[in-house]
């Protein structure tokens, strides 16, 4: 399935408890020489003492098979699957981030209750303290960056268009600066109008993105932060736009968006066994 562009293999392992090691994952995830995805993701059955849970999802990044605590889009994706077999409004997914709720729009898209962002240095984290809403830190036309983590990392620079960042060249050094520990999600963005944000992503261990929903949420969450935009904004990516909210009432941070599903089908066992990735 993808959410704008934003691609998954989304493996149901409600009835499938075999081991899936990283190099599995980076495998499966290969785009020549397995399925090809941004994020590989998995359904697995609620815990007996967890009865809120309509199923608990895995996030894992195509690159490494690193676990990745949150994924928007791909959140929207299993809350799809699961609204469809159980013919229910609203679903509860159990995450690294806590239980989403999500539910569908008139319109057939899906919003995600993504929670609370959090804000402090410690929570993003960064190596040393810092006022988040302006980290001390330049990498070529970057500097400045806000932290937000949404379940994940994210370092989001104002930038005038950006379309003149060259962004895979400088993704991977913010991502692997040693101010963030667990690495970085990288947004770079451009405040169209208080209602409407242009942004681009480089992903943690998994490169240019077409778009992230955490990004999203982070992206709008800075931008309000630094007083740049309304609470509620469209946050146009390379594969389109979501619609964020930052819930004043409870400070939870709400995506809209579309699901797309593009083929199903069974993975080959040997695909399943721990091989090696290719290079
Ligand atoms: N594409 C995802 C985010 C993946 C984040 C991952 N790259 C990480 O390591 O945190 C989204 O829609 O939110």
Known sequence: M??????????????????LPPETIAAVSHRRTGV???QFITIEPPAADDPAADAVMGIFNGDDGSPAGACGN??????????RETGKDTVAIRTAAGL?????EDDGQVTVDMGEPRLDWQAIPLSTEQDTLSIDLTVGPLSRPVGVN????????????VASIDLPALGPQ???HPLFPERTNVEIVQILDRRSLRMRVWERAAGITQACGSGACAVAVAAVRRGLAERRVTVTLDGGPLVIEWREADGHVLMTGPVAMSFSG??????LSPIQAAP
């Open 36 to 38: 090809g995805c941004d």
């Open 150 to 161: 949404m379940g994940n990392p994210h370092a989001v620079f104002f930038v005038p268009a």
């Open 100 to 104: 989403l709720t999500a539910w569908r």
């Open 174 to 176: 913010v991502e692997r």
């Open 266 to 271: 069974t993975l080959d066992a040997a695909l």
């Open 74 to 83: 791909a959140t929207r994706c299993v809350a799809d699957i699961l609204m």
């Open 2 to 19: 993808h959410g704008l562009g934003n691609d998954f293999v989304i493996v149901d392992r409600r009835a499938d408890a075999r081991p």
